[in-house]
Structure formats: C-alpha cells, structure tokens
C-alpha cells in the first residue's frame, strides 16, 4: 500500500495551463480506470473533481481535465484561475480492496 | 444533498481507546459503502478502511489492521470507527467518507469536515 507519487508543488499564471501528475504501479493507476482527484482548501475537507480517470462530476468547471497513460495519471487545469489554489490528492484503487492516495500537490497561481 | 457528520475525536493518552461516529443523511444510506480517511496535521491524505453497504465486508490499511474497527448501523445512519491502542502517530484529522458504489472501495465521492483525534501524553 505504497502512496502514489505526485510533485510537491506546481503553479501556473492566471489563464495558463498546468498538469499535475501522479504516479503508480500496475497494481494502482495502471491496472484500474478508478484514478480520481480531489481538490482541497485550507482547513476543509477534499472534494472531488475527477473520477475514473476523466469524468468531471456535475459542477466541476471544464477547465478540470483528467487522463492517464501506463502507470502515470494526471489532472490539467486549464486557464488558471485565482481560486484554483489549493491541494490536490489523485486517489486510486489498488486491489485487493484497498484504495491508495497520493502525497498531495500544492498548486499556486502566480 | 449528501451530509457527513463526524464526532467523537479528542485529546487521549498513548494505548487508550476511541470511537469516532458519522451520522449521515441526504441519501440512502444503506446503497453506499463508507470510508474512514485521515489526514495528520501539515500532512497528506492516507485511506484507513471501507465497510460495504450491509456491513459485511471490511477491509482495512495496513497501517490500522488489527487495532481499528469499522462497523456501521443502518438502523441509525452511522458508521463508527473503533480505535484501539492508539499511538501518537495516529494523531489526525479523521474523515468520513462515502464510496460511489455498495461494495468498493472504488472512488469516494463526498466527504464529511472530519474530527480532530489527538494522541499524545
């Protein structure tokens, strides 16, 4: 049950794009198309922006995008917006009925 | 609109007991699988355990395996988790948490705002 590995950091201008990544093994990400991405600010609880791999639930701006190749997820934020700071966790089932996180992303807006 | 609410964390000794409660509401409660998350302080998210929609099935990380219980209630709309021989390093922010489906755990999908359980001497 080894964490997923995601960069401590990432940012991004206002308007720009970034990707932030989060990799595994093919016991995790690359063996299932249960990848999802949490968004979370300070002092409140995660929420979901992206579940099996590219699905935004109802509410979650388009500019939240999913995907995956191999063993490697990753969420884009296209045209970078102020309230896009936050933490950001991909998740994913790991078999044998565990679900693993990654470390977390900070994300800043420049 | 699904609703999440945890209780029963607090300030404990090393080696003592502790259950946390999550009362739920805005859903059919007995269709889902739940979580139990947590989140130590400055720190990232870590998976604890899922109990399926009937309470049959459970499953538990590693880290907690043989010390921490979950069981649910679907009388009352509550699954609790029952915590023994607490360390420091189980000090965290304790999340309750839904899973899309009844079995899983597959993805979470809504989460309560978590109670603070600290263990320390």
């Known amino acids: 049950q080894s964490a997923l590995t995601q960069p401590p950091s990432a940012s991004g201008s206002s308007g720009q794009s970034v990707s932030i990544s989060c990799t595994g093994t093919s016991s995790d990400v690359g063996g299932y198309n249960s990848v999802s991405w949490y968004q979370q600010y300070p002092g409140e609880a995660p929420k979901l922006v992206i579940f099996?791999?590219?699905k935004r639930p109802s509410g979650v701006p388009d500019r939240f995008s999913g995907s995956k190749s191999g063993n490697m997820a990753s969420l884009t934020v296209s045209g970078l917006q102020p309230e896009d700071e936050a933490d950001y966790y991909c998740?994913?089932?790991?078999?044998?009925?565990?679900?693993?996180f990654g470390g977390g992303t900070k994300l800043t807006v420049l | 609109q699904v609703h999440l609410v945890e209780s029963g964390g607090g300030v404990v000794q090393p080696g003592t007991s502790l259950r946390l409660s999550c009362v739920a509401s805005?859903?059919?409660?007995?269709?889902?699988?739940m979580h139990w998350v947590r989140q130590a302080p400055g720190r990232g998210l870590e998976w604890v355990a899922i109990i399926s929609d009937t309470g049959r099935n459970k499953f538990y990380a590693d880290s907690v395996k043989g010390s921490f219980t979950i069981s649910r209630d679907n009388s009352k709309n509550t699954v609790h988790l029952q915590m023994d021989s607490l360390t420091p390093e189980d000090t965290a922010l304790y999340y309750c948490?839904?899973?899309?489906?009844?079995?899983?755990?597959?993805?979470?999908?809504?989460w309560g705002q978590g109670t603070l359980l600290t263990v320390s001497s």
């Open positions: 998740s994913s089932y790991a078999g044998s009925n565990n679900l693993v």
């Open positions: 805005g859903f059919t409660f007995t269709n889902y699988a």
């Open positions: 948490a839904r899973d899309r489906y009844n079995s899983g755990p597959y993805y979470i999908d809504n």
């Open positions: 099996e791999v590219n």
